[in-house]
């Protein structure tokens, strides 16, 4: 029998599909796996490359499966896609996979340790929590100003509007629009209350890592940007430069170039949107404190002289990537030339 020296597993929830590959490239089976049957078949087979499209999951089933002895590589979707010959089929993603995973020019994603998993954890449920309050807020603002009733913009003035939802005295909300609201002002408290919560144990957690202490260093980046560049950057020493870094943070330009004329768009957007949008909003926050401050460093001053202001603070955030990695791979801690001096 032929020795199997690659194996494509495509993921899903209950049943997989494994398309083993001989060195020549030419397949040996294909296969589906109950979700019990995954493990027992790598423990069967002899150790081997092992390729997966990376996903949530993916991170758990790499670990389990490299525990049993086999090399596991996991790729981006999108780098598998083209590997794909016709239509859609869990054993044409699995034979895509196989043969995805031996390219010499493939680009892998390196697996995660559940510790952090565990910490992408905590700041996405963070996330989905800002979101829901936002959401009851507008909601709650609209509402209200249907029956003539406006705060200002901002969290900040969301306390006024509650009081008058409670306070039973005031005619100009109708009795049964009162009853509905008073449910919706408590699930705002109730969410504030457990962000503050997650964001108290973020804090924590921060202070204590003597790598996220530094990379707070860098003006713009707090507590929560810090712990989610921690737990969402799987490995900054992967990254060749850190132009690499912010390219995969979709900060850098989307070439569209042909004919030895560069053409560069916008910002590609590739990686994470929530670590992305961090280093944007912190990027503005810097921009606003230079703008009305005489000592802000002169590369900033510049930038706000010839490029829009959202722009600016791309530029700016592309920066703070690049300084983070730098970091992180270099070690040390972040000197005040470069993005705003004292």
Not at 69 to 90: I, L, N, S, W
Not at 210 to 219: N, S
Request: aromatic fraction near 6%; include cysteine.
């Amino acid at each position: 029998m032929r020795e199997i020296t690659t194996i494509g597993l495509d993921l899903a929830k209950n049943v997989f599909q494994a398309h083993a590959a001989a060195a020549d490239g030419s397949t040996i089976f294909s296969r589906k796996l109950r979700r019990s049957e995954v493990l027992e078949f790598f423990q069967k087979t002899p150790p081997c490359l092992v390729g997966l499209e990376a996903c949530g999951g993916a991170h758990h089933w790499a670990r389990q499966i490299r525990a049993l002895g086999h090399e596991v590589r996991m790729m981006p979707p999108a780098y598998v896609k083209p590997f794909v010959k016709r239509g859609k089929t869990d054993a044409g993603d699995a034979e895509a996979i196989s043969e995805a995973v031996g390219r010499k020019t493939m680009r892998f994603v390196p697996i995660k340790p559940a510790e952090q998993q565990a910490d992408a954890v905590v700041l996405k449920t963070r996330a989905l929590l800002v979101g829901q309050q936002t959401q009851a807020i507008n909601a709650l603002r609209a509402h209200l100003a249907e029956f003539g009733i406006i705060a200002g913009a901002g969290k900040s003035k969301v306390a006024p509007l509650i009081a008058i939802v409670d306070d039973e005295a005031d005619t100009r909300l109708p009795s049964a629009a009162r009853f509905a609201l008073h449910h919706l002002a408590r699930e705002i408290e109730r969410l504030t209350d457990h962000i503050k919560t997650l964001e108290k144990a973020i804090v924590v957690a921060t202070r204590r890592d003597d790598t996220a202490r530094r990379l707070t260093t860098i003006p713009g980046i707090g507590a929560i940007t810090a712990a989610t560049i921690l737990a969402l950057v799987p490995d900054p020493a992967g990254f060749r430069s850190s132009r690499h870094f912010a390219a995969w943070l979709g900060l850098t330009p989307k070439p569209h170039s042909s004919g030895g004329k560069e053409r560069l768009g916008c910002i590609s957007k590739m990686g994470n949107p929530i670590l992305r949008s961090l280093l944007v909003v912190g990027a503005t926050s810097v921009l606003r404190y230079a703008r009305n401050n005489p000592n802000a460093s002169q590369w900033i001053t510049a930038l706000l002289a010839r490029r829009p202001y959202k722009v600016a603070a791309v530029a700016l955030a592309n920066k703070m990537a690049r300084i983070a990695w730098a970091l992180l791979v270099k070690g040390g801690s972040y000197r005040a030339a470069g993005i705003v001096s004292a």
